[in-house]
């Protein structure tokens, strides 16, 4: 598997080895490895609201975007990750930049995995444990 992580943004200083870390990860526990690869990109308000409106309709920024493409395809998925939204949202839920950046990140590839908490309260309530039990795991045990 490769993940591919491209960085657009200058905003702040965000671990590579970390983001490819969780993620390869959680895909390897979730599906497999194999020789797919997933692209991760980090950028900033405008350039995440272009694409928020252009794809999904919607206006403004939004933390972060996931398009699965299917488990079965040499590119499973793109993530876009707003780091300069993942800032200000941090003191909203009264949490550091990077435990907001990771725990977005592992939301975003559980919908990759084909994770959804908008179909069904069950789903919702699984998807949400399965993030926080990864979260725990990977990102506040190992601070």
């Given at each position: 598997m490769k993940?591919?992580?491209?960085n657009?943004q200058n905003?702040?200083?965000?671990?590579v080895?970390?983001?490819?870390d969780?993620?390869?990860?959680?895909?390897?526990?979730?599906?497999?490895e194999?020789?797919?690869s997933l692209?991760?990109?980090?950028c900033?308000?405008?350039?995440?609201?272009e694409?928020n409106e252009?794809?999904?309709?919607k206006?403004g920024?939004?933390?972060v975007?996931?398009?699965?493409?299917?488990?079965?395809?040499p590119?499973?998925?793109?993530?876009?990750?707003?780091?300069q939204?993942?800032e200000e949202?941090?003191?909203?839920?009264g949490n550091?930049?990077?435990q907001?950046?990771?725990y977005?990140?592992?939301h975003?590839l559980?919908?990759?995995?084909g994770y959804?908490h908008?179909?069904?309260?069950e789903?919702k309530k699984h998807?949400?444990e399965?993030?926080?039990s990864?979260?725990s795991l990977?990102?506040?045990?190992?601070e």
């Amino acid at each position: 598997m490769k993940i591919n992580v491209i960085n657009e943004q200058n905003i702040k200083k965000v671990s590579v080895k970390k983001i490819r870390d969780i993620s390869k990860h959680i895909l390897s526990k979730e599906f497999k490895e194999g020789p797919y690869s997933l692209n991760i990109l980090l950028c900033d308000n405008m350039r995440i609201k272009e694409l928020n409106e252009f794809y999904r309709h919607k206006e403004g920024p939004t933390d972060v975007l996931s398009f699965a493409y299917g488990l079965n395809e040499p590119v499973i998925g793109d993530i876009v990750i707003s780091v300069q939204r993942i800032e200000e949202q941090a003191k909203d839920y009264g949490n550091s930049f990077e435990q907001e950046f990771y725990y977005n990140l592992i939301h975003s590839l559980l919908h990759i995995l084909g994770y959804d908490h908008e179909t069904s309260e069950e789903d919702k309530k699984h998807m949400f444990e399965l993030q926080d039990s990864y979260f725990s795991l990977l990102v506040i045990q190992a601070e």
